[in-house]
């Protein structure tokens, strides 16, 4: 079973710029598909972004299209979000996941602990 820690998450203030990691234990790391999620207080778990094993797929969602990048560096089992622009809205706890590239979390095998965002005003 892959473990996935996530870190790199910490307070910026509102247009700051944040990157995101998550570190994968097992060496078939290549093969599996990677999403992140972030869920705020009081909401539910919502979809991010996510790339395919090959890194060829990306997707996002409509809220961080063109702000948020995913990318992966598989020689390091690791997945990177890179986020610019941050907005207050965006203050929320980040989930690496595994095992797919779907905007739907049920699909992922795999989680984080996940890593706090905090966007100030």
């Known amino acids: 079973q892959v473990q996935l820690v996530e870190s790199g998450g910490g307070l910026v203030q509102a247009g700051g710029s944040l990157r995101l990691s998550c570190a994968a234990s097992a060496r078939s790391f290549s093969t599996y598909s990677m999403g992140w999620f972030r869920q705020a207080p009081g909401e539910e778990r919502e979809f991010v972004a996510a790339?395919?094993?090959?890194?060829?797929?990306?997707r996002y969602a409509d809220s961080v299209e063109g702000r948020f990048t995913i990318s992966r560096d598989n020689t390091k089992n690791t997945v990177y979000l890179q986020m610019n622009s941050l907005k207050p809205d965006a203050t929320a706890v980040y989930y690496c996941a595994g095992g797919s590239h779907s905007t739907a979390s049920a699909n992922y095998n795999t989680w984080g602990q996940g890593t706090q965002v905090t966007v100030s005003s």
């Open positions: 790339i395919s094993w090959s890194g060829q797929l990306r």
